[in-house]
């Protein structure tokens, strides 16, 4: 007996390969979960880079792309971000269009499913669910459980099963959307493999928003397709809410009550974007006549409603917007910076944390002592880390402007405009960004990343580094305002 007993012992031991990599990422997501994101997104994006600078993904050039062109476009890809240095429709040959098309919805599920694991990992780092809410990207159905232990890891095992869920909410996304821009696409007169190429592609774009279209001439042959502009503004929609709401959504529909106060704060906020958005495009551009003024009063209305819904991070255009007037320039540049919903495929700062920013303007109007929403009090500490990811992507902003202007001594207004859409992953661009010298790419390049990855993981690591002080220091006040 003891001679079996030892020689068992050595075998359990020993590990194979894959398990000591499995042990690896499990302590990484475990101990370092801002790392372990920031390392999926660099290493997709240089095995993309890799594959886009092949000569096979280039049109009819028989050369490989430049380097600059590769890895901005492999950083808009993954970072379902939608600028270009190129036009996407001719540049790239199919199997390049066939990396674009995998490559967001990768980058898309990724976002989704990255985000919603860095909440489960803080989720049972901290054991309050008021912080997973409205501090992190996360998935509020994991958390009904309670607290648990602060030592238990997120096992892979969990991560592909909300992989999985992730990738077919979103594939059942797609194929509807689809499925309901192939009449446009087939009236248009393309062929019906094409149509039916255009329309996976259109749907992948929008619920991913990304914003890139495969035809030449983008969305110009269906300006008064009003039936294909109101699905990409539901597939924008949807893929703006975030996997959160949208599995809140699917479970209890009929049952507000039983909302999350993030599934609440994200919703009524993003109604209000929308609405006001629209009226303020209806009011600046309604006489401008290199947008809508050569429009009638119920296209210009449906023109504005889906303005306000692509620059929340859609990033699709049925005009240019170089033609925009400054102020609307500027209301646009508001919208994509706070962009979507959090967990969702969206940039931006999100829409919870600007709700967060105005609960505690609110309350601190009022004298309250506590923010509140929906009979629910807010923790304080969500103001803390609102706040930081706000000044995280306003350092962002601008030092990218800044070094941007440097470069092209571009007008200041087409500078913002582009940065802050590449920050906010939007898409949308005055024309700059595919007028910039590879130095300003790289420049560009790095502000997507950061602006995907950066507030997802400065809110993870902010809300994991909360810790139980057993003193306080004297309080004092400093003069403000």
Not at 175 to 194: D, F, K, N, W
Request: with cysteine; glycine share 10%.
């Amino acid at each position: 007996m003891h001679a079996r007993a030892t020689a068992v012992r050595p075998g359990l031991a020993r590990r194979s390969p894959l398990g000591r990599l499995r042990d690896a990422v499990d302590g990484l997501v475990k101990h370092s979960p801002s790392r372990f994101a920031i390392l999926v997104f660099a290493a997709l994006i240089l095995v993309f880079t890799l594959l886009f600078s092949l000569p096979i993904a280039r049109a009819g050039q028989g050369s490989s792309a430049p380097l600059h062109d590769a890895l901005f476009t492999a950083v808009s890809v993954i970072c379902v971000t939608g600028l270009s240095t190129v036009d996407m429709a001719t540049y790239w040959s199919p199997f390049g269009h066939v990396l674009v098309y995998v490559g967001v919805n990768i980058g898309g599920v990724g976002v989704l499913t990255l985000a919603t694991t860095l909440g489960l990992v803080i989720s049972r780092r901290l054991g309050l669910r008021a912080k997973l809410m409205a501090a992190s990207d996360t998935n509020p159905s994991r958390v009904h459980a309670g607290p648990v232990s602060e030592r238990q890891a997120v096992r892979l095992g969990e991560v592909g099963g909300l992989l999985a869920t992730v990738a077919v909410s979103a594939l059942v996304i797609e194929g509807v959307i689809a499925a309901a821009l192939l009449p446009s696409m087939l009236a248009t007169g393309y062929g019906p493999l094409e149509s039916i190429w255009y329309s996976l592609y259109y749907s992948a774009m929008a619920f991913t928003n990304t914003g890139f279209s495969p035809n030449p001439g983008g969305l110009a042959p269906f300006v008064d397709d009003y039936w294909m502009q109101s699905m990409l503004m539901l597939g924008v929609f949807l893929g703006a809410l975030g996997f959160p709401v949208i599995f809140a959504l699917a479970r209890a529909w009929r049952t507000p009550r039983k909302w999350s106060v993030h599934v609440k704060l994200t919703l009524t906020t993003t109604t209000i974007l929308l609405f006001a958005g629209a009226a303020m495009f209806l009011l600046l551009e309604h006489a401008n006549p290199k947008t809508y003024g050569h429009l009638d009063a119920g296209p210009t209305v449906f023109q504005s409603f889906f303005m306000s819904m692509m620059t929340r991070s859609g990033g699709f255009a049925t005009i240019d917007m170089h033609d925009l007037y400054g102020s609307s320039q500027l209301v646009s540049s508001m919208l994509m910076f706070i962009g979507g919903g959090s967990a969702s495929t969206a940039g931006g700062i999100k829409v919870t944390t600007l709700a967060v920013l105005f609960l505690a303007a609110f309350a601190e109007a009022r004298g309250a002592p506590s923010m509140e929403a929906f009979g629910r009090r807010i923790p304080r500490d969500m103001l803390r880390l609102s706040v930081s990811v706000v000044l995280w992507g306003a350092t962002i902003v601008a030092g990218a402007s800044i070094a941007i202007l440097q470069i092209t001594k571009a007008p200041f207004e087409n500078v913002l405009f582009d940065v802050i859409s590449a920050f906010a992953t939007c898409g949308l661009s005055t024309g700059l960004t595919a007028e910039l010298p590879p130095e300003g790419v790289y420049i560009m390049a790095a502000t997507m990343f950061m602006g995907r990855v950066g507030t997802v993981t400065l809110a993870a690591a902010l809300a994991a580094s909360t810790r139980r002080q057993l003193f306080k220091r004297p309080e004092e006040r400093p003069i403000v305002g």
